[in-house]
């Protein structure tokens, strides 16, 4: 049965075998290959990817990423479409589903917004509202080093507070763009600000994100 996660991981898949693997990313001092090994290591090597989150693991990490940004981008290519190994806990639907949805679109968006002449993908409703879920979830954690107040708020008029304060900031946008807007591509988001000028600035420059 397809699901989202499933989706957006052949989705990436193809945007990351048409770029090439030296092409940009949004993400800082990516190419293509760098994040296609992320992906990787990420499904497949849990004993170097807590890294990501854990300090004393980060060399570890850092060396097996090196490992496989030195694999054949074919190979890397193929081993995000097919999906993880026998033993990855994302072998399982609930867990692919929830820690892959969100993040294969965003790193998709990662690859699509590096290029110039890039266009905002058409997204259904049902995804949106599936995106906005993980906004409602996880709006605090991934707004927690803004410098002020934060608010989302979608066309319709539902809204998420992301960070309690003053100044308020409110965010508007549809909720994939809000999405990427919580996770730190505050420069290619498709979104409204509303504020006072030097709080506006201060958002977009924080470090939002849940690194």
Request: with cysteine; net charge neutral; proline share 6%.
């Amino acid at each position: 049965m397809s699901t989202h996660a499933n989706r957006e991981r052949l989705l990436l898949a193809d945007l990351l075998e048409g770029a090439g693997p030296e092409a940009p990313t949004l993400c800082d001092g990516w190419t293509t290959r760098d994040l296609a090994a992320h992906l990787v290591v990420r499904e497949n090597r849990v004993d170097a990817a807590g890294g990501m989150a854990f300090k004393p693991l980060a060399g570890r990490l850092e060396r097996v990423q090196a490992e496989f940004v030195a694999k054949p981008y074919d190979e890397l290519i193929q081993q995000i479409r097919t999906g993880p190994g026998k033993w990855s806990p994302f072998k399982l639907k609930q867990i692919d589903e929830g820690g892959n949805t969100v993040e294969f679109f965003v790193h998709g968006e990662d690859v699509r917004r590096a290029t110039p002449l890039w266009k905002p993908r058409e997204l259904d409703p049902v995804f949106q509202d599936v995106l906005w879920r993980r906004l409602e979830s996880g709006a605090r954690l991934m707004m927690r080093k803004s410098p002020v107040g934060l608010v989302l708020r979608r066309p319709n008029g539902q809204t998420v507070v992301g960070r309690k304060g003053v100044p308020v900031v409110t965010v508007t946008g549809e909720p994939s763009e809000l999405l990427l807007f919580a996770y730190g591509r505050q420069q290619v988001a498709q979104v409204e600000t509303e504020g006072d000028e030097a709080a506006v600035a201060s958002v977009r420059a924080a470090g939002l994100g849940i690194g």
